[in-house]
């Protein structure tokens, strides 16, 4: 009568061990900050974002890339300005870069209103990996690092746009 009361609590046990072993156990490899933390992007506007490194464990070989994406309230991916990670990453180091943040003149002017620039550490393929932030991760291991406000377009003389069927936005 005792084995089979203490069958079903092995076998919870077994199934809580197996659960925590499916759930992400990975360490940051590493700290980001942008700064600035809040700034406006017009139509036309490019706004120097400089992201702040700490590289504190190796990347398992892989070369980094970072991305960094304009998404809007509902979540989607407005501009991109992905890129390889500047030089080698070496833990115990310290790396500054800036990227050049960008609501270009040539193709179709974002909406105005808010938006959040995120950031991540990916190897271009599957493989993401987890950072500490002052911002919270907004899933898949991308950080809000900056929120963005983009102005009502204000058209006040000649303006310079291609067709939206001669190139490919952004």
Not at 14 to 33: D, H, N, W
Not at 48 to 61: A, I, N, Q, R, S
Request: aromatic fraction near 8%; charged fraction near 25%; hydrophobic fraction near 40%.
């Amino acid at each position: 009568m005792r084995v089979t009361k203490l069958l079903p609590l092995s076998i919870l046990l077994a199934l809580a061990a197996g659960l925590a072993s499916c759930a992400p156990s990975e360490t940051p490899v590493g700290r980001v900050e942008a700064r600035p933390h809040r700034f406006e992007l017009p139509h036309g506007a490019v706004v120097p974002v400089e992201l702040l490194w700490t590289m504190e464990d190796p990347l398992d070989g892989s070369a980094a890339l970072v991305f960094a994406h304009l998404v809007d309230e509902d979540g989607t991916v407005r501009r991109t300005f992905d890129h390889t990670f500047p030089g080698s990453w070496k833990p115990g180091r310290d790396r500054s870069e800036t990227v050049p943040i960008y609501h270009s003149a040539i193709g179709p002017a974002l909406p105005s209103g808010e938006y959040e620039l995120v950031v991540g550490l990916s190897d271009g393929e599957e493989r993401r990996w987890p950072l500490r932030t002052e911002g919270p991760d907004v899933g898949r291991m991308e950080y809000a690092l900056a929120r963005v406000r983009v102005p009502e377009l204000v058209v006040d003389g000649p303006r310079f746009v291609f067709d939206e069927g001669w190139l490919p936005v952004e």
